[in-house]
């Protein structure tokens, strides 16, 4: 069986869109209700089977290190072993973190350049934290659901929603090569369309590329906004190799908007045992 071993998170930039908050905190680390977005990124990893995670992020992004440190002065501090604590602990155990900087925020593209040394020889699994994919008591979900794919044949998978044919702009936007499906081959992906876009089927921050990308990373020149896209490094791959996108089960928020963010942390609360009693009370006074 093919196995997706190793994941890729990028989290540098600035995160403008979450000012003033992100001026001292990364975005990535901003909670849903209590647990740090990046955290469920690295669940949702571990979950699929993925044993090795490299988090690419930015100079001034030392919080999210500092977040996973278990060894820190605070948690020595601590006068009890807290489960919350005792959890990133196994979290770590069943999946490695590493780091790595991006100088710049130059692109997507430029970003996945950074996990070369890492990937070494192989294919490896993309996840990106504007998306959040909520298991809402699911076993596979979001890049789970790639893996299982991938398992039965390696090729490369992306991740996709249906999304409003007014918001295709936002998003990396594949063209079908034949009917859509849950698992459909494309002929052409294209970053941003403003018009015509080829369907209304968005990548949605996940993504299992093979080895292959780096090759066509290098060939790319910058694209939308004046970025190193890895849209257009996987429009390349897809003239010589089988891409397919996949709609993967979970449900998928925004969580690099501020609406998509507050849709998330209530979605969270409803399901969690220790709130959604109280908060269905309240949902209940709102209306
Ligand atoms: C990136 C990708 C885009 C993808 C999106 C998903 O864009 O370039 O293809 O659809 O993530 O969230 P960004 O939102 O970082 O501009």
Not at 26 to 41: A, E, G, R, W
Not at 179 to 188: A, G, L, R, W, Y
Not at 239 to 260: H, L, M, N, P, W
């Amino acid at each position: 069986m093919n196995k997706i071993k190793k994941v890729v998170i990028p989290v540098a930039g600035k995160g403008t869109r979450f000012l003033p908050i992100t001026k001292t905190i990364s975005k990535t680390l901003l909670p849903i209700i209590d647990i740090p977005v990046i955290q469920y990124l690295l669940e949702e990893a571990s979950n699929a089977g993925i044993k090795d995670a490299l988090i690419i992020i930015g100079y001034n992004q030392n919080d999210v290190i500092n977040y996973f440190n278990t060894e820190s002065t605070y948690v020595k501090n601590l006068t009890k072993d807290y489960e919350e604590i005792k959890y990133i602990k196994k979290l770590k155990q069943q999946i490695r973190v590493s780091y790595v900087f991006q100088e710049e925020a130059k692109g997507l593209g430029d970003a996945i350049k950074h996990a070369k040394a890492f990937a070494d020889d192989d294919d490896f699994a993309v996840i990106l934290g504007d998306d959040f994919v909520f298991s809402n008591g699911l076993k596979t979900y979001g890049i789970g659901s790639l893996c299982k794919y991938y398992a039965k044949k390696p090729n490369y998978y992306l991740g996709v929603k249906e999304v409003l044919l007014s918001e295709t702009s936002k998003y990396g936007i594949v063209k079908p090569e034949k009917e859509i499906t849950n698992n459909f081959k494309i002929n052409d992906i294209i970053e941003k369309p403003q018009d015509n876009p080829p369907s209304n089927m968005a990548c949605v921050g996940r993504y299992i590329l093979k080895n292959s990308i780096f090759h066509y990373l290098d060939e790319i020149k910058p694209g939308y906004g004046g970025e190193l896209q890895l849209t257009d490094a996987i429009a390349l791959a897809l003239q010589k190799e089988d891409v397919y996108a996949t709609c993967f089960d979970g449900v998928r928020y925004d969580v690099g908007s501020k609406i998509g963010y507050v849709e998330a942390t209530i979605s969270v609360a409803r399901q969690r045992e220790d709130l959604k009693e109280e908060l269905s009370k309240f949902l209940e006074k709102l209306n």
